[in-house]
């Protein structure tokens, strides 16, 4: 049986039967054009995902994902040389990397007393990350230092080692996760798992989003972006414009090829115009039919520094990570400040 999804082979399978056509032979040329393309028609009618089911897709990806682990280079892709940065930071108490920042990252989403009909329960509340980065201040001493940084739901935890003329570690401890790393500001933010924030306050998954109908416009034509056959959606909000009630805050595009794994966010601004973008550069199966970004690269039209990302680890995904793993041991000598309690100590030996 032929594949609908084929039109080649449609196409010839048609020519291969043409002595059935009793016309002449230009109007079985003309013939022939026609049906290959209402053929082809079909195809891509047959193939085209409706909101509904691209919605659908979304969320058995975010729901297969439970939790994730890899490691990773954040770079800058920066106009200025080493010597130009800094030249900028002479007269500033500021600091520059000399090497590219590495990451540790682990993130997993809580199973256990989540409301089912909550959308944002699909997203990682449980998060580690730890960077390992080389600065240097604008007197030229250079020092190395590892931050780590703790989320398991409740209480955020930080710590801090290494240093110039540092003799102690010092941590943190307090309430909720304001104080960590964004966690869009980590290869999460390139896919399909990060949050698509409509207003101030708003966490809600992809697949949440995709499911407002009125707010959805899905294009089924096929886009090319950075390798990746892709489709697009354009989310709307609401706009204090006269003219009209809502206009487009972001744009996602989805490769085809790929399960419909999203490849490039693009954050709106008005007059439609971009005024940044998430690019996935390359994706690495995780699971069967399952893909997550392995590089990628956050730009903007109007700034010629870029951010990007890549993987130096597999990816690794359900591993069964515990609310124990998303704790950080304070070593002996460490100088804690617990927010909680409002307590300031140094860790003992035991």
Same mark, same amino acid.
């Given at each position: 049986?032929?594949?609908?999804?084929?039109?080649?082979?449609?196409?010839?399978?048609?020519?291969?039967?043409?002595?059935?056509?009793?016309?002449?032979?230009?109007?079985?040329?003309?013939?022939?054009?026609?049906?290959?393309?209402?053929?082809?028609?079909?195809?891509?009618?047959?193939?085209?995902?409706?909101?509904?089911?691209?919605?659908?897709?979304?969320?058995?990806?975010?729901?297969?994902?439970?939790?994730?682990?890899?490691?990773?280079?954040?770079?800058?892709?920066?106009?200025?040389?080493?010597?130009?940065?800094?030249?900028?930071?002479?007269?500033?108490?500021?600091?520059?990397?000399?090497?590219?920042?590495?990451?540790?990252?682990?993130?997993?989403? $809580?199973?256990?007393?989540?409301?089912?009909?909550?959308? $944002?329960?699909?997203?990682?509340?449980?998060?580690?990350?730890?960077? $390992?980065?080389?600065?240097?201040?604008?007197?030229?001493?250079?020092?190395?230092?590892?931050?780590?940084?703790?989320?398991?739901?409740?209480?955020?935890?930080?710590?801090?080692?290494?240093?110039?003329?540092?003799?102690?570690?010092?941590?943190?401890?307090?309430?909720?996760?304001?104080?960590?790393?964004?966690?869009?500001?980590?290869?999460?933010?390139?896919?399909?798992?990060?949050?698509?924030?409509?207003?101030?306050?708003?966490?809600?998954?992809?697949?949440?989003?995709?499911?407002?109908?009125?707010?959805?416009?899905?294009?089924?034509?096929?886009?090319?972006?950075?390798?990746?056959?892709?489709?697009?959606?354009?989310?709307?909000?609401?706009?204090?414009?006269?003219?009209?009630?809502?206009?487009?805050?972001?744009?996602?595009?989805?490769?085809?090829?790929?399960?419909?794994?999203?490849?490039?966010?693009?954050?709106m601004r008005g007059n439609n115009r971009v005024a940044f973008s998430f690019d996935v550069y390359s994706l690495e199966q995780v699971a069967e039919g399952l893909?997550?970004?392995?590089?990628?690269?956050?730009?903007?039209?109007?700034?010629?520094?870029?951010?990007?990302?890549?993987?130096?680890?597999?990816?690794?995904?359900?591993?069964?990570?515990?609310?124990?793993?998303?704790?950080?041991?304070?070593?002996?000598?460490?100088?804690?400040?617990?927010?909680?309690?409002?307590?300031?100590?140094?860790?003992?030996?035991?």
């Open positions: 049986m032929l594949s609908i999804f084929d039109p080649a082979k449609l196409y010839l399978a048609f020519i291969a039967n043409r002595k059935e056509i009793r016309m002449n032979t230009k109007c079985n040329s003309c013939l022939y054009i026609v049906t290959f393309l209402l053929l082809l028609s079909r195809v891509l009618a047959a193939i085209a995902i409706t909101a509904d089911e691209l919605a659908n897709t979304i969320e058995k990806m975010e729901s297969a994902i439970v939790d994730i682990s890899l490691e990773y280079e954040w770079y800058c892709d920066s106009p200025l040389t080493l010597e130009e940065r800094l030249e900028y930071i002479a007269d500033k108490e500021l600091l520059i990397d000399v090497n590219i920042p590495r990451y540790k990252l682990s993130a997993a989403r $809580s199973l256990s007393n989540k409301d089912p009909n909550n959308p $944002s329960s699909l997203l990682f509340d449980h998060l580690l990350l730890e960077e $390992s980065t080389t600065l240097m201040n604008k007197s030229g001493n250079v020092w190395d230092i590892v931050e780590k940084q703790s989320y398991n739901g409740k209480i955020t935890k930080r710590l801090s080692t290494g240093g110039y003329h540092r003799s102690a570690s010092n941590g943190t401890i307090s309430n909720g996760v304001n104080s960590m790393h964004p966690i869009n500001l980590t290869p999460i933010g390139f896919s399909v798992l990060r949050s698509c924030i409509r207003q101030p306050g708003d966490k809600s998954p992809l697949s949440a989003v995709l499911r407002d109908k009125e707010f959805i416009n899905l294009d089924n034509s096929i886009e090319k972006f950075n390798g990746f056959s892709t489709i697009r959606a354009d989310l709307l909000t609401h706009t204090n414009d006269p003219n009209t009630n809502k206009m487009v805050y972001l744009r996602i595009y989805f490769s085809v090829d790929h399960g419909y794994t999203p490849v490039r966010y693009e954050f893909w997550f970004p392995s590089s990628g690269l956050i730009s903007s039209p109007d700034n010629k520094r870029a951010d990007g990302f890549q993987a130096t680890s597999k990816i690794l995904v359900n591993q069964g990570l515990t609310d124990e793993y998303f704790d950080i041991k304070f070593p002996p000598g460490t100088k804690v400040y617990d927010e909680i309690k409002n307590l300031k100590y140094v860790v003992k030996s035991h």
